[in-house]
C-alpha cells in the first residue's frame, strides 16, 4: 500500500472512528403522548457528498443535565424532562464540550410547547474571552430557537447558516473560547405546558487546514494529498521516511501500518 494512501485512510478513519456520545436521556415517556409520540420523532441530517470523509456524529445534551442560573427553579419529569417550576429568572445553562476542529452543521432541539402565551427558547453561544483579568467575555450567537406555540412536541433538525469550527482555544488569537447552551422556559400557564428534553448537536470532524509552506521536501503544497500528510506530520503520527522526505509513492510495510495506526489510536493502556 502506498505511503499516500495510507495517509488518506488514517485520517479518514480517525474521523469515522472517533465518535463520542454525550449522556443520553432515559427511559422514553409512555405516560404524555406528546413525548412518546413517533411522528414528532427529532430530525436528523441529510448526509452530504462529505459523508465519505466523515460520518454525522450525533453528541445528545440532556435536558436534566442543564444548570439553574441565579434563583431559576425547575423540575425534573419522571422521564427527565425539565418543566419549570417557580423562579425568577427562569434561566438554565449547560457547557458544550466538543473536540477542537469539529464542526458543527446543525441542531435538533426537543421541546414541548402549549402554551397560548409563552414559548420555549434556546440558545447557543460562543463565548470568547482574550483576558480574564481585564476584559469580560464576548458572546456570539451561533444557533436559536424558538417553539412555535403550537401544541405538540417539536423536534426539528435545523442546519446552522454557517457551520460552526470548534476551538477551544484558537492558537492564533491566543483566546480561550466556551460554547454555551442557554435554555429560558417561563410558562404564563402550568409549568407543564413548556418543556424541554435536550438537544441533539450534530457535527462532523475535519482535517486541520493545510499550512503555506511543506514539511517534506518531496510533497510540495500543489500535491494531492499534502492536506492529509501534513495532518498526519503535525499530530506525531509520521516523521516521514527519512532526509526530510515523506516518500509518498513508495509501499508501506506491515510494520510502518503498526507504527502509524498505534500513534493514531493511542494504543495500548490495559486499563
Known amino acids: 500500500m502506498k505511503r499516500t494512501l495510507v495517509a488518506l485512510v488514517t485520517v479518514v478513519f480517525l474521523s469515522c472512528a472517533s465518535v463520542t456520545l454525550a449522556q443520553t436521556p432515559g427511559q422514553t415517556p409512555t405516560s404524555k403522548p406528546w413525548l412518546a409520540s413517533t411522528a414528532g420523532a427529532p430530525?436528523?441530517?441529510?448526509?452530504?457528498?462529505?459523508w465519505g470523509i466523515s460520518s454525522y456524529i450525533a453528541?445528545?445534551?440532556p435536558g436534566w443535565s442543564f444548570n439553574n442560573l441565579r434563583d431559576s427553579q425547575h423540575a425534573r419529569g419522571n422521564?427527565?424532562?425539565i418543566f419549570r417550576?417557580?423562579?425568577?429568572?427562569?434561566f438554565f445553562d449547560q457547557t458544550l464540550f466538543l473536540p477542537s476542529g469539529a464542526l458543527v452543521y446543525g441542531v435538533t432541539p426537543m421541546v414541548y410547547d402549549a402554551d397560548a402565551g409563552a414559548d420555549v427558547e434556546f440558545y447557543f453561544y460562543k463565548e470568547t474571552q482574550t483576558d480574564p483579568f481585564i476584559n469580560p467575555?464576548?458572546?456570539t450567537e451561533v444557533y436559536s430557537f424558538i417553539s412555535s406555540g403550537?401544541?405538540?412536541?417539536?423536534?426539528?433538525?435545523?442546519?446552522?447558516?454557517?457551520?460552526?469550527?470548534?476551538r477551544n482555544y484558537d492558537l492564533d488569537a491566543h483566546v480561550l473560547n466556551r460554547?454555551?447552551?442557554?435554555?429560558?422556559?417561563?410558562?404564563?400557564?402550568?409549568?407543564?405546558?413548556?418543556?424541554?428534553?435536550?438537544v441533539v448537536v450534530w457535527y462532523k470532524l475535519q482535517i486541520s487546514p493545510a499550512p503555506a509552506t511543506a514539511t517534506f521536501s518531496d510533497v510540495q503544497t500543489d500535491y494531492w494529498a499534502f492536506r492529509h500528510i501534513e495532518a498526519l506530520a503535525a499530530s506525531g503520527i509520521t516523521v516521514g521516511c527519512g532526509?526530510?522526505?515523506?516518500?509518498?509513492?513508495?509501499?508501506?510495510?506491515?510494520?510502518?501500518?503498526?507504527?502509524?495506526?498505534?500513534k493514531a489510536l493511542g494504543l495500548h493502556w490495559p486499563d
Not at 430530525?43 to 462529505?50: D, V
Not at 417550576?85 to 427562569?90: E, K, L, R, V
Not at 460554547?179 to 435536550?198: M, N
Open 43 to 50: 430530525g436528523a441530517p441529510s448526509h452530504g457528498p462529505e
Open 59 to 61: 453528541y445528545v445534551v
Open 79 to 81: 422521564f427527565d424532562y
Open 85 to 90: 417550576s417557580g423562579g425568577t429568572w427562569n
Open 137 to 139: 467575555p464576548t458572546n
Open 150 to 166: 403550537t401544541p405538540g412536541y417539536e423536534a426539528p433538525y435545523e442546519a446552522l447558516d454557517v457551520p460552526e469550527t470548534i
Open 179 to 198: 460554547y454555551i447552551l442557554i435554555l429560558y422556559l417561563a410558562p404564563s400557564g402550568a409549568d407543564e405546558d413548556l418543556a424541554f428534553g435536550g
Open 243 to 262: 532526509g526530510g522526505n515523506y516518500c509518498p509513492e513508495n509501499n508501506v510495510t506491515r510494520a510502518e501500518m503498526a507504527v502509524f495506526l498505534a
